[in-house]
C-alpha cells in the first residue's frame, strides 16, 4: 500500500513533562492524528492546511492550558478510501498509542473510523466529513462532529433560495454516503419551505467530465439546479457550467450546497461572483478571525483557512485543553470533560457540544463578491445574515441516536 505517512506528518513536540503529570498520562504523551485527504478532490479544504491548523492548536495550548504536556501531532493520507483509512486509525490506535484523530475529510472515512473508535475507544473529532449519520443513527460517545454537516448546508442555502421563490429542484450529486445526505437534507428543507424536487442525476466521485449530468439537469427545466457534491466537484461542476451557460439564465440558476473558500479561490471571482451558500468560518469575521488567518496563511503558503481547517483548530484545540483539565487522556473521561468545557477560540462563536455529539455553532449566509466588490487577496466573501447556532443544525433524534434522551 502507498505509505500514507507524510514526513511533514510525524510532527513532535517534546518538552520537558513533570513526573506528576507524567504519571497521569498514559505513556506519558498525548497523541492526536491528523487524517485527511492529502492529495485528492478534498486535499484543498483539509489536507497540509489541517495539519498546520493542529499544530497551531497544539502551541497555542501549550503556552496555556497545556504547560509542561508533551503533546505530538502525526498524520497520514486516507485517499478517501474507508478501508485505508480504518486500517490506518487501527493501527495508530493500536501501535502507536493515538489518542485521538481528527479533520476525517469524507463521509465514508468518517463512518468507517467512528465505528471503529466507538468499538476501540479514543476521541474522533470530524471537521470535514458532512454526514448527518454521525450525530444519529451512527453516533457514539466518543465522536464529535465539529464544523457543518449535511443540515446546516442545506439549511442555509437551500432554505434561503426556497423561500425567495426558488421552489423546483434539480440535484447533481455526488454517489456515495456524503452526497446522499446532502440531497436528502436538501430535499427535505425545499419541500419544508414549499418547494417541489423534479429529480436527481448521480456521478462518481472526482469526476472530470459533469456535461452529460448538467445537460441532464437543464432538461429538467428546474428553477434550481442544486450541486450535491464538494471539493474539486463542485469546482469542476460550477467552471463547466458557466462554460456552457447552465443556470445562468432568469429561469435557472445554480446552487452549490457545499463551498469552501478553497473552491472559491480555485474558481476565481469572475466565475464564482453571486454564489450564495453557508459557511461556518470566514477569515475576515472579526479581529479574532482575521489574527487566527494570517498565523495560518504565514505557515500554509499564503493560503487563507477554509472552514474544515479551523475545524481542526478549535477541536484539536478544545480536545488538548480538555486532557489538561481532565488530567487524563482516558477517552471516556476526556469526552465528559469536553461536553464540560465552553469552547472558546478565535474560531467558534456561540458553540456547544449536544449530548450527540453535534457541536453547534453560529452558522454565515455569505455570498461571493464581484471582481470590482473585492479589495485583494482572498477578500471573496460578503456575510449576509448569521444563522444562529440553534437554528443552523437539527434538533436531535432520539430515535435516531441513542445518546439522546427520549
Known sequence: MKKTVLAMGALALALSFTTTAQAQISDGVVKVGILTDMSGPY????????????????EDCLKAECKGMKIEIVSADHLNKADIAASKAREWIDRDKVDAIADLTNSSVALSVQKLMKEKGGIAMFSGPATGRLTNEDCSPNGFHWMFD????AAGTAAALTKLGQKSWYF????YAFGHSLEKDASDVVKRNGGTVLGAVRHPLNASDFSSFLVQAQGSKAQVIGLANGGADVVSAIKQAREFRIGSGKDQRL?????FLSDVHALGLETAQGLVYADGFYW?????????????????KGAKPTMVQAGVYSSVYHYLKSVAAAKSDDSKIVAEKMRELPIKDAVMNNASIR?????????????????AESKGAWDYLKVLSTIPADQAFKPMDGAACSLVKK
Open 43 to 58: 486535499s484543498a479544504m483539509g489536507g497540509r492546511g489541517s495539519v498546520v491548523a493542529s499544530q497551531m492548536a497544539m
Open 150 to 153: 449535511t443540515y446546516s448546508q
Open 172 to 175: 447533481v450529486t455526488v454517489d
Open 255 to 259: 446552487a452549490a450546497l457545499l463551498v
Open 284 to 300: 475576515d469575521f472579526d479581529d479574532r478571525s482575521r489574527a487566527f488567518a494570517k498565523r495560518f496563511e504565514a505557515l500554509n
Open 355 to 371: 449530548p450527540d455529539g453535534r457541536v453547534i455553532h453560529d452558522m454565515y449566509l455569505v455570498q461571493v463578491k464581484t471582481p
